[in-house]
């Protein structure tokens, strides 16, 4: 399948999973909102320009926006995170490293514990920006900081567990014919 096809269901789904079903679940104590639509992000190619990145991560932000009625709300966070991230590839996996060899980031290309840093920090970047925007609006900062840690920890156990039930096939590339 081509990656154009991939990229394009996978925006499909992520986008129809978050409003349909994530977004229905009561927040816990008004403090975790799970969120994994920005996974679609860190899902994509190596190789992919980071214009072409906060692109798709208006795109995407812009699209759940639109469903949610909350304008910008998620647009901003997620070309921030579509911007932070070749940085934060780059400092995790080294010049000869993972994206000469495979085409997306996943525990395979990288290995669990760069894998797992990728995702906690843009996790936790892409959340707090987010509540922090909520937060500016009614003016909760305690409120801010814990709904951040919490709805973090949440929707990384919920991308941990997307990883384990649906395993990306990824072929090792070699500069052979």
Known sequence: MSSLIK???RF????????????????????????IYFLFILWLPFKMGRRTQMLLGFTLGF????????YG???APCVLIAYLRPFLINLLI???GAETNYNEPSIKSMGFTPYFT????????????LFFLEALQTGGYFYFIIKSLLSTAISLI????????????????????
């Open 7 to 9: 990229n394009i269901i």
């Open 12 to 35: 499909s789904l992520f986008i129809l999973v978050q409003v349909f079903v994530l977004n229905q679940i009561p927040p816990l104590h008004q403090l975790v909102t799970p969120y």
């Open 63 to 70: 699209t759940l926006d639109c469903f949610t009625k909350t």
């Open 73 to 75: 709300l998620h647009t």
């Open 94 to 96: 080294s010049q000869e």
């Open 118 to 129: 990728y995702l906690a920090i843009l996790t936790f970047i892409h959340h707090t920006f």
């Open 158 to 177: 919920l991308i941990l567990l997307v990883e384990l039930i649906f395993p990306r096939k990824q072929r090792f590339r070699t500069n052979t014919v």
